[in-house]
DNA sequence: TTTAATAATTTGACCCTCAAACTATTTTTT
DNA sequence: AAAAAATAGTTTGAGGGTCAAATTATTAAA
């Protein structure tokens, strides 16, 4: 078979099952509360300080209605606070409450543990060349989606 | 930067965009009612002989509720073709029709073009190790996976 | 001071997912 | 052969996730 259908196929297998993996990690983990998506919206909101709704969304890719209604059900449960802007009363500012930082902390060890699996099973060279195929296949995604954009 | 924090932040980082930007893709082009789910369902049934729910429903990695679902949706829209098997009459048969035959084809040049991004600039070498590299990260994740699973 | 623009929320409609109950059929056991 | 068990799919009910469009509140621009 030629080495594009090859890498195809491993991308599209990988990416999958790191998928499942990740969802099972979270889903089994000390958080069971929270979703996979609960998490995407824990990274980005991060560590640093507050950010408003819209630059979280736009992390994202996804409206900020959509990131209102994850955040309503993370400030239920508390992984989340939220306050008014007294500089401009439009803006919302988000941030990780203790236990929101907590499950960021847990999380982040998956990916520690996740990616020094990966370096272990490579070669130093294998890693250099998964570095920059990632790399690229980052940009590919990146003028994809600029192109896309509605 | 060191080849870890690397790694995590390309990961990260397509994961986040990945399937938005195909979802994208997808919607924008010529067949506007499928959507990316309908898509890996498509990809699923392949261009073979028709399969039965269960063996799709694997390979997705769903239950065959799920799949039943999305094979309604998808035999409505006229993509799919469902049979019942005459050998075995509990077993339902899929497969593709014209109609999502092409829709197959056209994603897949989606899919080319991804590699043909990666692929551009890496040597022959540069190529075989990283085809190299993934399937061993197959195989690692195949494994981490039956080794979770509920 | 009216008019624009901006930030976020709400609403209504779909899509995706699962577990559990159910139907139909085939296979195994007795 | 009849009864029981296993198998393949579908249905149902409930919970998330997503968007576009309408709405509210506030700030910036004319």
């Known amino acids: 078979m030629d080495i594009r259908s090859t890498l195809n196929e491993m991308l599209v297998r990988l990416f999958r099952i790191v998928n499942v993996i990740e969802e099972r990690a979270i889903r089994t983990g000390e958080y069971k509360d929270v979703t996979a998506n609960d998490m995407h919206v824990i990274e980005a ?49 988000i941030s990780l409450s203790e236990k929101g930082r907590k499950a960021y902390l847990h999380h982040s060890r998956f990916h520690d543990r996740m990616i020094e699996a990966i370096v272990e099973e490579l070669t130093d060279e294998e890693q250099q ?7 690229k296949l980052n940009k590919f995604f990146m003028t994809t989606a600029d192109r896309t954009k509605s």
Not at 45 to 73: C, F, H, P, Y
């Open 45 to 93: 909101i991060g560590m640093d300080e507050a950010k408003n709704m819209t630059s979280v969304a736009r992390l994202l890719d996804v409206t900020t209605g959509t990131l209102t209604i994850a955040v309503n059900s993370l400030v239920k449960k508390g992984y989340v606070d939220r306050v008014r802007s007294e500089a401009d009363r439009r803006v919302v500012l």
């Open 129 to 135: 060349v998964l570095e920059k195929a990632l790399t």
